[in-house]
Nanobody, 119 residues
Framework: QVQLVESGGGMVQAGGSLRLSCAAS????????MGWFRQAPGKGREFVAR????????SYGDSVKGRFTISRDFTKVTAYLEMSSLKLEDTDVYYC????????????WGQGTQVTVSS
């Protein structure tokens, strides 16, 4: 099994920046990708970003392209999400996710961290 622990959430003013971290532990050698999703109460889960742990290939959801940057530290098995130019609508619970190499779905999820953008 793999455990994911998020950190870095909080409150920030619109236009500001925030950095999230997600550290993986356990059987991490099997992991191929780590990423972030977000979800507001009563809404579906939205894809934010994903990064390949070995090659560093990234992908982003349309709503965050150009504002968010995902990166990873392969040796620490940690993913980072740099969020800038934050908008009120970025307020959500952000969840870290990880998938085994060769899998098309995310196998492991963190507990979530709240990000609140205020005016």
């Amino acid at each position: 099994q793999v455990q994911l622990v998020e950190s870095g959430g909080g409150m920030v003013q619109a236009g500001g920046s925030l950095r999230l971290s997600c550290a993986a532990s356990g059987r991490t050698a099997s992991l191929g990708y780590m990423g972030w999703f977000r979800q507001a109460p009563g809404k579906g889960r939205e894809f934010v970003a994903r990064v390949g742990l070995r090659g560093g290939v990234t992908s982003y959801g349309d709503s965050v392209k150009g504002r968010f940057t995902i990166s990873r530290d392969f040796t620490k098995v940690t993913a980072y999400l740099e969020m800038s130019s934050l908008k009120l609508e970025d307020t959500d619970v952000y969840y870290c996710a990880a998938r085994r190499a060769g899998r098309g779905v995310d196998d492991f999820w963190g507990q979530g961290t709240q990000v609140t953008v205020s005016s």
